[in-house]
């Protein structure tokens, strides 16, 4: 059967597994030891280092989740949570080392970057081993440079900044993330600063038993604006891998942030991501968010809307498939007199896979005449797959309008047999089915995550029918 | 020349537990127009439904041959791609997916050759300017919020792109107001020509008075219990089902 070109990529792409090679490994396990030798790998100043060991301290006391789906199995005496690249940070993808650069060009990263973005960053492991931007944009004042460049060059900025947004004591794997964290992009847009072409940053762990714990700090000043895309994959191993990193989004008063996002990852890892940000007086945070990949993923991204007329929204999709458990929603906080947030979430689970949608919307008493709006739906492509909608909805304020819409369904046998009397397999009118639900959230995404979501998707439920 | 499309021997289908086609015949030439015709509940949406082997059908015995082969197992999508066409009653509203896509992926399945994008659009401007359809409908999603009669003219639509052998009609003309059944028609009128066939199956003879069909099937109790001509829809339009009702006792 002739097929269109959209549907010929396979997921070998992402599954290709370049040699463990690595310059330094760390050994499994956490103590302040390891936490010490990290900091020195990375050449850090003091305060970096004795704020890592205190968040380890931290880690050591909080407990784990009590609630959400069961992650007993992570060991971390069985993880390396750092894995340094045979690789420097390099500003051309010609110094970048031959297989690490294939990966990224099989995954089309360098390709993205000539045709439509204003800057790449690309992590391989635990450190990023690329980095450019637009000459323009660093003429006006834009930075864009990793983690440890920034803790270095801008120690002012990121010691006022760096987990300040998410407190290391939050959660057991944020404090796991503040001992540990490794690699990610900082950004900083100066006041009035449009940036029009969105700015991409890669993360791929290559290494089996590994950990990830990138941690992304991005601040957007008074009327600036940007748009950030971060994509997320990894080869599958037997082992089990985590993913622990840290968002950070600072949007001043009357800017502008988007933050797109593909977690890709492989059906061997533990994704449990802190996303959070903190929006400005008339401020907007707009959320895009994919998540296909992951055994279990506990993801909330969450939107602090401090300042009056601040605005989020909040746009997303979860694909679960055999094995997979993904517990993900969005998570809002109305501080602030005429705020107002839209969630529009949608989840599609295969195979037994299990999709939650776990949220939060708290309009405070000060936050008057603010608006809430949620709308989720659940796709079951079958009898096994599960669904379920955990939203917590907490209104304060009698000014306050706040509407939620859940809808949970599955593929009609009628609809497949209208695609199937024009001439579709099963396979492609369920897919066509799927394609379409997933559209109003695939049409926010930058077009090549759509593209590939297309593709996961098609992927996804080829063979599904015996 | 065998110039014979559909046969349809000796059909029992059930559907939900219930016998509904208990010994159906019916042969269909290349050229022609047939009309089935029958009391609610006597088996005609079953018998559609049946050809192109919809699972909620049951056949119990009796065989379907269509250009030669037997198609009476077969898939859905086999039969569609064979060259069988249904237009439904109650067309599935399909969120998220484009009539122009859709159509154009439909197409590339049924001719199993790629769609030729620019041409693609103009033939489908084309269809949609004959058939009164807002060309705005082509970036809508397929059949959502479309109104009865829309949702019957972009069958017509689908029809025309992706021009079968055999096209049934299962109750297009339901519902239809003067003007629509006569788009409905014209649409059926483009289609037609000495290769393929048409089978519609309908309550009233509105739609028949433009299209001269060949023969009239009276459908009762799951089996044709008479075939005429056009002068028997007018009888039947005149008099109803009850004549033949009495007969088959």
């Known amino acids: 059967m002739a097929k269109t070109k959209i549907e010929d990529i396979n997921r070998n792409i992402y599954d290709i597994k370049n040699e463990d090679e690595y310059e330094f490994k760390i050994e499994k396990g956490l103590t302040p030891d390891i936490i010490k030798e990290i900091s020195k790998q990375k050449n850090e100043p003091d305060w970096m280092r004795d704020f890592r060991l205190k968040a380890l301290e931290i880690y050591n006391k909080l407990e784990l989740p009590t609630w959400g789906p069961d992650i007993s199995e992570l060991n971390m005496n069985d993880i390396a949570t750092y894995v340094k690249p045979k690789s420097k940070l390099n500003s051309s993808w010609d110094d970048v080392p031959e297989d ?9 990263i360098p390709e993205a970057e000539k045709e439509s973005l204003a800057g790449v960053g690309a992590q391989y492991d635990s450190e990023v081993v690329y980095h450019s931007m637009k000459e323009e944009l660093i003429k006006q004042g834009v930075i864009y440079t990793d983690m440890e460049t920034a803790v270095k060059k801008y120690p002012g900025i ?98 502008h942030l988007r933050y797109s996002t593909i977690e890709n990852w492989s059906k061997n890892m533990l994704n449990l991501n802190t996303k959070k940000a903190l929006v400005g007086k008339n401020a907007s945070m707009e959320w895009v968010s994919g998540s296909f990949g992951s055994k279990v993923s506990m993801l909330y991204p969450m939107s602090i ?23 993900n929603g969005f998570k809002v906080v109305h501080n602030a007199p005429n705020t107002s947030s839209v969630v529009n979430s949608k989840s599609i689970s295969k195979d037994g896979g299990k999709c939650t949608y776990r949220a939060l919307t708290r309009i405070n008493k000060q936050a008057k005449k603010s608006k809430g709006m949620v709308s989720c739906e659940s796709l079951m492509l079958d009898d096994i797959s599960i669904s379920d909608t955990i939203p917590v909805n907490d209104v304060r304020t009698e000014t306050a309008e706040f509407s939620h819409e859940a809808k949970i369904g599955k593929i009609s046998d009628k609809a497949i047999f209208y695609l199937m009397s024009r001439g579709m397999s099963e396979e ?23 593209v590939e979501m297309n593709n996961l998707i098609n992927l996804e439920l080829e063979g599904a029918i015996g | 020349m065998n110039s014979n499309l559909l046969e349809i021997n000796d059909l029992y289908v059930k559907a939900e537990e219930k016998e509904i086609l208990k ?21 005609k949406s079953t018998t559609a439904n049946a050809i192109l082997n919809n699972p909620s059908y049951i056949k119990t015995n009796g065989t379907i041959t269509f250009d030669g082969e037997n198609i009476t197992n077969s898939k859905t999508d086999e039969i569609a791609r064979k060259g069988i066409f ?41 269809y949609m300017q004959e058939l009164n359809i807002n060309p705005s409908y082509m970036e809508r999603s397929l059949n959502v919020g479309f109104s009865g009669g829309e949702k019957k003219k972009n069958e017509i639509l689908q029809l025309l792109v992706l021009n079968p052998k055999l096209a049934i009609l299962d109750e297009t003309d339901s519902g239809l107001d003067v ?71």
Request: with cysteine; charged share 25%.
């Open chain 1, 158 to 255: 990121v010691k006022e900044h760096f987990m300040k947004c998410v407190p290391i004591y939050d959660h057991k794997f944020v404090a796991l993330h503040g001992a540990v964290w490794s690699g990610g992009s900082f950004v900083y847009v100066p006041e009035g600063v449009k940036v029009d072409i969105p700015l991409q940053s890669y993360f791929r762990l290559n290494s089996p038993e590994a950990g990830q714990f990138e941690h992304t700090l991005i601040i957007v000043n008074e009327g600036a604006s940007l748009h950030f895309i971060e994509g997320c994959s990894a080869p599958k191993y037997n082992k089990v891998n985590l993913h622990a990193g840290c968002v950070e989004l600072y949007v001043k008063d009357n800017a």
């Open chain 1, 100 to 108: 690490i650069k294939n990966t990224f060009d099989k995954l089309g």
């Open chain 1, 305 to 327: 809307l401090n300042g009056e007329g601040a605005k989020t929204e909040f746009t997303g999709i979860s694909f679960a498939g055999k094995g997979q458990n993904l517990d």
């Open chain 2, 86 to 126: 249904m237009s439904f009653q109650l067309p599935e509203e399909i969120p998220g997916v484009s009539v122009t896509n859709f159509l154009k992926y439909a197409k590339n399945k049924v001719t199993g050759k790629p769609v030729k994008i620019f041409e693609f659009k103009n033939e489908l401007k084309k």
């Open chain 2, 23 to 43: 010994g159906m015949n019916l042969k269909i030439n290349k050229g022609e127009i047939h009309v089935i015709m029958g009391p609610n509940g006597s088996g």
């Open chain 1, 428 to 450: 492609d009118a369920k897919a066509m089915i799927v394609r379409g639900f997933a559209y109003p959230i695939s049409k926010e995404l930058p077009v090549e995550y759509a």
């Open chain 2, 179 to 249: 003007d629509a059944i006569k788009t409905v028609s014209k649409g059926i009128e483009m289609f037609k020509n000495k290769k393929n066939a048409v089978l519609i199956i309908t309550h009233n003879t509105k739609i028949l008075s433009n299209l001269k069909p060949d023969y009239v099937h009276i459908l009762v109790d799951g089996k044709i219990v008479k075939t005429g001509t056009y002068e028997l829809a007018k009888e039947i339009e005149e008099n109803g089902y009850s004549k033949y009702r009495i007969e088959k006792k």
